[in-house]
């Protein structure tokens, strides 16, 4: 059973940056890992993502939204995954979920890629 936990969350003044961290558990099967983000009355949006296993493990994606802004990074011992966001702007606010699945290319951006989805961690850019 594939267990997520985010934690790093907060409020964080314009320009400033964050880096969010997410727990993982029960991942040997896993694909890819990712993190998406849900603002309120907004469908839930990619952010980025990393090849977890296979003959693409250790590839990144990110959003061109957040591009320039945004890293993915992880710890594959320690079963960790990061997000690292620069630049912070206030549209960044939003609910920001860790994702794991075994997403094909053409759905590794999707929420439908990822089975697996922690609980959340509100990220709030305001001064």
């Known amino acids: 059973q594939v267990q997520l936990v985010e934690s790093g969350g907060g409020l964080v003044q314009p320009g400033g940056s964050l880096r969010l961290s997410c727990a993982a558990s029960?991942?040997?099967?896993?694909?890819?890992m990712g993190w998406f983000r849900q603002a309120p009355g907004k469908e839930r949006e990619f952010i980025a993502a990393i090849r977890w296993s296979g003959g693409s493990y250790g590839n990144t994606y990110i959003a061109d939204s957040v591009k320039g802004r945004a890293s993915i990074s992880r710890d594959r011992a320690a079963s960790a995954l990061y997000l690292q966001m620069n630049n912070l702007k206030p549209e960044d606010t939003a609910v920001y979920y860790c994702?794991?699945?075994?997403?094909?290319?053409?759905?590794?951006?999707?929420?439908?890629?990822?089975?697996?989805w922690g609980q959340g961690t509100q990220v709030t850019v305001s001064s």
């Open positions: 994702a794991a699945g075994r997403p094909i290319t053409s759905t590794l951006r999707t929420v439908g890629g990822h089975g697996y």
């Open positions: 029960g991942t040997s099967g896993i694909h890819a």
